[in-house]
C-alpha cells in the first residue's frame, strides 16, 4: 500500500479510538432517500464510508453486503442495513435507509452465545429431510429456501404469495411444512432443547429451532428461542426469530433468561432487537424485570425511542411502556432514564 494512503489508515483508526464520544444518531438525505446511521460513538460517517470503500471498492452504506464487511473485515460487533418503502401508503415512493451498528470496542465476547460440548456433531437423520434439499454441493444451507414461506404469519396472504412463486418454492414449504406436522411430540421438544444447547452442526440447530414453534405452551420454549438469538450463526439466529414469531402470545415469565434478553436490548443481533422489544411487550413482561434488563443498558432503547426508522420508536416506547405498568412516559429519553434510574 502507497505510504500515504497506510498513513490516513493509521490516522483513521486512531481517530476510532481517541475521538470524544458523539451523537449516537446521524441522519442525512441522500439522493433517493433518507438515511439514518444508529450506533456511532467514536467513528463518523465519513471513518464508515471510508473504511468500506477501502475494504470493497463500490460498496457503500446503503449495500447489504456492507454488514459482512463491518463484521468481519472492520470487526464491529454487529451491522444491520435495513430499506424501507411504502411506509407511508401504498403510493408513497419515499424510502428510507437505516443503517445500525455496534462499533469494534462495544464487541464484547458476550454477544454471541458460547456452545457447549457438542453431543451432535453430524446431521441428524430426524433432521435431514428439511435440511438436505436445501443444501448445495459444498454442505451449505440455503437459509432463504428454508424460511421462504415461514415467515409469512398471515395464512392467506402466504397462499397468495406461495402460489405466485415457482414449483421449487413451493414444494420446499411443502416439505419444511410436512416436517413441522410430523414432529409435535414431547420428545421432539426435548431433542431440540439439547440440540439447539449442544449441536455443531448448524442445520441441526436450525430445524430444532423452528421445530420449537410447534411447543407455544411451554416456558422453556422460549427461554431456548430467545437463547438462539444469541447463536454464533446468523442463520440459526434467524431461524429462531422465525419461530419466535409463530408462537401466539402469552404471559411469559422471563426472569430466567434476563441476561439474554440484556444482551439483545444492549447490541446483539440488532436485527432482532425490534422483535425482542415487542416479543416483550406482547408477552407482558413483568415491571419487576425493569432494572435487570435495562439499567445502565439503555443506549439502544433511547436511541429507537427517538429514531426516525418507521415502527422503531413505537416499539422501543412498547416495551417501556409495558415495563412502566402502562404508563407512558411520552416520547422523549430524559423521563425515562430518570424512570428507570429510579428502579430497585
Known amino acids: 500500500m502507497h505510504t500515504a494512503l497506510r498513513r490516513r489508515w493509521r490516522l483513521l483508526a486512531l481517530l476510532a479510538v481517541v475521538a470524544a464520544p458523539l451523537e449516537a444518531q446521524v441522519r442525512y438525505d441522500a439522493p433517493g432517500a433518507r438515511v439514518e446511521i444508529l450506533g456511532l460513538e467514536r467513528w463518523t460517517r465519513r ?138 411430540a414431547e420428545s421432539d421438544r426435548q431433542r431440540a432443547l439439547r440440540v439447539l444447547d449442544s449441536s455443531s452442526a448448524y442445520g441441526n440447530r436450525m430445524a430444532a429451532a423452528l421445530l420449537l414453534s410447534n411447543f407455544p405452551a411451554n416456558d422453556s420454549t422460549w427461554y431456548a428461542l430467545v437463547r438462539a438469538l444469541r447463536d454464533p450463526h446468523e442463520s440459526v439466529r434467524s431461524a429462531a426469530g422465525i419461530a419466535l414469531d409463530r408462537l401466539p402470545r402469552r404471559p411469559v415469565n422471563w426472569a430466567p433468561v434476563t441476561t439474554d434478553l440484556r444482551a439483545l436490548l444492549g447490541g446483539a443481533n440488532l436485527a432482532a432487537m425490534e422483535t425482542v422489544m415487542d416479543l416483550l411487550a406482547d408477552t407482558k413482561v413483568a415491571p419487576a424485570l425493569t432494572r435487570k434488563l435495562l439499567y445502565g443498558n439503555d443506549a439502544w432503547t433511547m436511541r429507537l425511542l427517538t429514531a426516525e426508522a418507521p415502527m422503531a420508536p413505537q416499539k422501543a416506547k412498547g416495551l417501556l411502556v409495558a415495563l412502566n405498568g402502562g404508563t407512558d412516559l411520552g416520547k422523549q429519553p430524559g423521563p425515562w432514564r430518570a424512570w428507570i434510574a429510579s428502579r430497585r
Open 47 to 184: 471513518m464508515l464510508e471510508d473504511s468500506i470503500a477501502h475494504y470493497a471498492p463500490g460498496q457503500t452504506l446503503a449495500s447489504a453486503a456492507c454488514m459482512a464487511t463491518l463484521r468481519d473485515k472492520l470487526k464491529f460487533g454487529d451491522a444491520l442495513v435495513a430499506h424501507y418503502q411504502g411506509f407511508k401508503g401504498p403510493n408513497s415512493d419515499a424510502r428510507f435507509l437505516s443503517v445500525r451498528v455496534v462499533e469494534p470496542s462495544r464487541a464484547a465476547a458476550s454477544m454471541w452465545r458460547k456452545l457447549p460440548a457438542d453431543a451432535y456433531p453430524s446431521l441428524l437423520p430426524a433432521y435431514a429431510p428439511a435440511i438436505l434439499p436445501v443444501t448445495d454441493e459444498d454442505g451449505g444451507i440455503w437459509p432463504g429456501r428454508l424460511f421462504f414461506g415461514l415467515q409469512f404469519s398471515d395464512s392467506a396472504m402466504r397462499t397468495k404469495i406461495l402460489a405466485q412463486q415457482d414449483s421449487t418454492t413451493q414444494a420446499d414449504y411443502a416439505r419444511i411444512s410436512g416436517f413441522l406436522e410430523t414432529h409435535r
